[in-house]
Protein backbone atom coordinates (compact mmCIF):
# COMPACT_ATOMS: atom_id res chain seq x y z
CA UNK A 1 0.00 0.00 0.00
CA UNK A 2 1.53 3.16 -1.14
CA UNK A 3 1.23 6.62 1.13
CA UNK A 4 0.17 9.80 -0.20
CA UNK A 5 2.49 12.78 -0.16
CA UNK A 6 0.21 15.16 -1.06
CA UNK A 7 -3.38 15.84 0.78
CA UNK A 8 -6.64 14.87 -1.17
CA UNK A 9 -8.48 17.69 -3.53
CA UNK A 10 -12.30 18.00 -2.78
CA UNK A 11 -12.77 16.21 -6.02
CA UNK A 12 -11.20 13.40 -5.06
CA UNK A 13 -12.56 13.09 -1.97
CA UNK A 14 -16.29 13.44 -3.29
CA UNK A 15 -15.66 10.75 -5.78
CA UNK A 16 -14.12 8.38 -3.15
CA UNK A 17 -17.67 8.74 -1.28
CA UNK A 18 -19.28 8.14 -4.09
CA UNK A 19 -17.57 5.67 -5.39
CA UNK A 20 -17.86 3.73 -1.43
CA UNK A 21 -22.04 3.29 -2.81
CA UNK A 22 -20.81 0.70 -5.30
CA UNK A 23 -22.33 2.00 -8.03
CA UNK A 24 -23.68 -0.22 -10.67
CA UNK A 25 -22.02 -0.38 -14.42
CA UNK A 26 -24.95 1.70 -15.46
CA UNK A 27 -25.06 3.99 -12.81
CA UNK A 28 -21.20 4.07 -13.72
CA UNK A 29 -21.41 4.96 -17.11
CA UNK A 30 -24.54 7.71 -16.19
CA UNK A 31 -21.62 9.46 -14.40
CA UNK A 32 -19.20 9.37 -16.69
CA UNK A 33 -21.04 10.84 -19.07
CA UNK A 34 -22.11 13.75 -16.52
CA UNK A 35 -18.37 14.09 -16.40
CA UNK A 36 -18.05 14.68 -20.21
CA UNK A 37 -20.60 16.30 -20.74
CA UNK A 38 -19.79 19.18 -17.74
CA UNK A 39 -16.35 19.26 -19.16
CA UNK A 40 -17.84 19.71 -23.42
CA UNK A 41 -19.80 22.42 -21.75
CA UNK A 42 -16.78 23.96 -20.33
CA UNK A 43 -15.30 23.90 -23.51
CA UNK A 44 -17.84 25.04 -25.26
CA UNK A 45 -18.00 27.93 -23.41
CA UNK A 46 -14.47 29.22 -23.94
CA UNK A 47 -14.31 28.13 -27.61
CA UNK A 48 -17.97 30.58 -27.97
CA UNK A 49 -15.70 33.51 -25.80
CA UNK A 50 -12.91 33.34 -28.04
CA UNK A 51 -14.65 33.14 -30.90
CA UNK A 52 -16.71 36.49 -29.98
CA UNK A 53 -13.33 38.29 -28.89
CA UNK A 54 -12.46 37.88 -32.22
CA UNK A 55 -15.56 38.93 -33.73
CA UNK A 56 -15.90 35.56 -35.97
CA UNK A 57 -19.17 35.09 -37.53
CA UNK A 58 -20.75 32.09 -39.16
CA UNK A 59 -19.59 33.31 -42.42
CA UNK A 60 -15.58 32.75 -41.10
CA UNK A 61 -16.45 29.02 -40.29
CA UNK A 62 -18.17 28.48 -43.61
CA UNK A 63 -15.13 29.86 -45.36
CA UNK A 64 -12.70 27.74 -43.68
CA UNK A 65 -14.78 24.54 -44.25
CA UNK A 66 -14.31 25.12 -47.69
CA UNK A 67 -10.59 25.78 -48.11
CA UNK A 68 -9.02 23.50 -49.83
CA UNK A 69 -5.91 22.01 -48.03
Same mark, same amino acid.
Given at each position: ????????????? $????? !?????????????K????? !?? #??? #????????????G??? $???????????
Amino acid at each position: MSVLNYPLTNVQI $ELMNL !FNTNPSENELAELKDLISR !FY #ADK #AISQADAIWDQKGLTD $EDMDKWLNEKS
